[in-house]
């Protein structure tokens, strides 16, 4: 192979000119910025400040409640892009656009609305609180709202899959005599894998750096409620820049070994399963 | 969708011209008599801002001719101070208590180190205390520190660590611990006492551990907390600014909340100060020393008290403003606490007593 190769198409150089210099300026300099921040301490004080315990509690609390909200997304979000593609109904254009909705909202607004809801006093949570149910101001209020602004992440990653998908070839498998469960699992399900993967992928990384509508819901105690996130702002309160930093990169670090391995995952299942 | 082709080309054009004219208002304008200031300062004085700027641009057009147009920035007064820091180009700053100011002068160096001292009163015009805020009736029967924590009785509270008005709400109830314990504030400089002193330490550790063991819920900013006490109806007691307290009640009837003055509390001096390096800079020196200045003014004063916050002078003021304070014993944080930089070492910064109290 060698390194240049010859394209029918003009306008390589320019175009990859532009997309390496985009890329610097927009993501690689901040991050390039971090990693420096953090470098101004000693690797003892980088140790101290991400093994404190307080900061693995919410290391395990904010990566905990992005897989739980990812992961029902998954699900969720799936059920909604299948009706949103296979069928239609009256206003179906209007729920469609509601799937923006936690895109465009912001989320602070988001999370105070949650919050206003899900609190022993609002309208869901004065059912579920006779119940024993506490959502807001607990760990599980965190999930709630990631699992909130994680939905279109999952369902427009997973709608132009569905919909390349020729409902024939359903027919064709129903009629070589598959149950419908076979179906799904064997014939639907491959197909979209790699969809859901991404959609995964995107709303567990969003639900990762998301600060604004969850330390409305969450209740913020340490050790208990606190995220990575919220850590990092008390690090910024005392002037900490590196300390806060070190937990970035941390956290930085995490999230791209988790998108790297569902990457992984997802070419292998693209090259095996075809 | 796809696009076509001219119409992806018109949206990059529009894209295009929106950033140049973005860019193009961002230009400063150069009007001699016009003069701008920018006053970076935090959450709950937006109210009391909003009309004072008023009032001295009327002032200043008076004095000197020139229209002035001041522009404020609120927030959670840390991150206000961190902006200021970072570059924000504040002319003046009025922020919730001087520990932010003073970083601005350790981190960049932007005014001079007796800034404390070049106005009256530690350069704070109005003070506020720490206060709570009840359910109507007072269920639970609060009436002073010991009560908050009576079994049972939750409290709502910022988080120190993240808010200027959450360090007051700490230091006021350790306070009163001391004063119990010493019964005499004036112990805490007598060397003779010393053991007595470390005691009662001890002893207000124990208390503010306790107190926190009460609180479901540690909001971000006071007004989190607030809204968190208020409109979720979470908690029993919120301890709240004595203006924040009274905004509440003003704003949401007083048939719902009532106020209960402590035995003793802390005095919160909001403190203000010209940022010299970007006042001079922008020129703007002179009328960013009068516009703090006239903070002092018995015009100022009144504003202030007409916004719930202490005046320094009750002269000028109003009666009607002034019977809303009531009584109450005040110590500063510099007389118990030897100033907010040993404070905030001592209590609030990481692995200090804050910190210990969350330990597992």
């Known amino acids: 192979m060698t390194l240049k190769q010859h394209s029918i198409l003009p306008g390589f150089g320019l175009t990859m000119g532009f997309t390496l210099f985009y890329l610097s300026l927009i993501v690689l300099i901040p991050l390039a910025g971090l990693l420096l921040k953090s470098a101004t301490i000693s690797w003892d004080q980088f140790y101290a400040a991400v093994t404190d315990p307080q900061v693995v509690a919410s290391y395990k609390i904010t990566f905990g409640a992005s897989l739980v909200a990812a992961s029902v997304n998954a699900v969720f979000g799936l059920a909604v892009a299948w009706v949103l593609v296979r069928y239609s109904f009256p206003g179906k254009n209007i729920v469609d656009a509601m799937v923006d909705l936690p895109f465009a909202m912001p989320t602070a607004v988001s999370g105070i609305a949650l919050t206003a809801i899900y609190a022993p006093n609002g309208w869901i949570g004065r059912w579920l609180d006779p119940l024993g149910i506490e959502v807001a101001y607990t760990q599980l209020g965190i999930m709630v709202a990631l699992t909130f602004i994680g939905l279109p992440f999952v369902v427009r990653t997973l709608q132009p899959a569905l919909e390349d998908m020729d409902v024939e070839i359903e027919e064709a498998a129903a009629s070589l005599g598959a149950t419908r469960l076979q179906t799904f699992v064997r014939v639907i399900f491959p197909a979209i894998m790699p969809a859901l993967l991404t959609g995964f992928a995107l709303a567990f990384a969003r639900a990762l750096g998301e600060y604004g509508s969850v330390v409305f819901i969450s209740g913020n105690l340490p050790m208990k409620t606190q995220i990575v996130p919220l850590l990092i702002m008390t690090k910024l309160e005392q002037y900490n820049y590196a300390e806060a930093a070190a937990i970035a990169v941390v956290a930085l670090g995490a999230s791209f070994a988790v998108l790297l391995f569902i990457n992984i995952v997802q070419w292998w299942s693209r090259r095996y399963a075809a | 969708m796809i696009l076509r082709p001219f119409v992806a080309f018109g949206l990059f054009s529009i894209a295009l011209v929106s950033i140049a004219v973005f860019a193009g208002g961002c230009r400063r304008s150069s009007d001699p008599n016009a003069v701008k200031i920018l006053n970076v300062s935090y959450d709950p004085t937006r ?141 805490l400089h007598d060397p003779k006492s010393a053991d007595a002193v470390a005691k009662a330490n001890e002893k207000a550790k124990e208390f503010v551990k306790e107190i926190f063991q009460h609180v479901k819920v540690l909001d971000t900013g006071a007004r989190g907390s607030t809204m968190t006490f208020v409109q979720r109806g979470i908690g029993d007691v919120l301890l709240a600014w004595e203006n924040e307290a009274f905004l509440s009640i003003h704003e949401l009837g007083p048939d719902k909340f009532e106020i209960v003055v402590p035995s003793i509390s802390i005095l919160a001096e909001p403190s203000v100060a010209v940022v010299d390096k970007v006042a001079e800079r922008h020129g703007t020196r002179a009328v960013a020393e009068a516009y703090l200045k006239h903070l002092y003014s018995s015009e100022g004063q009144t504003l202030a008290a007409k916004h719930y916050y202490r005046p320094r002078n009750a002269e000028g003021v109003p009666e009607e403003y002034m019977k809303r304070f009531p009584k109450v014993k005040l110590f500063t944080v510099r007389e118990v606490f030897g100033g907010w930089e040993k404070a905030q070492a001592e209590h609030f910064n990481d692995g200090g007593v804050f910190d210990q109290i969350y330990k597992p």
């Open chain 2, 47 to 187: 109210e009391l801002y909003e009309e004072f700027n008023r009032v001295f641009a009327e002032h200043w057009a008076r004095q000197s001719g020139q229209t002035l147009d001041v522009r404020m920035s609120h927030g959670g007064s840390g991150k206000q101070a961190r902006s200021v820091i970072d570059g924000l180009e504040a002319d003046v700053v009025t922020l919730a208590l001087a520990y932010d100011v003073d970083a601005i002068r350790r981190k960049a160096g932007l005014m001079p180190k007796d800034w404390q001292s070049r106005l009256p009163n530690n350069s704070a015009p109005y003070t506020s205390t720490i206060v709570f805020l009840v359910r109507k009736g007072n269920p639970r029967g609060i009436k002073d520190w010991n009560d908050l924590v009576k079994p049972d009785v939750s409290v709502i509270t910022p988080n120190p660590k993240t808010s200027g008005g959450a360090r007051w709400n700490y230091l006021a109830a350790w306070g009163y611990m001391l004063k119990r314990e010493l019964g005499d504030l004036s112990k």
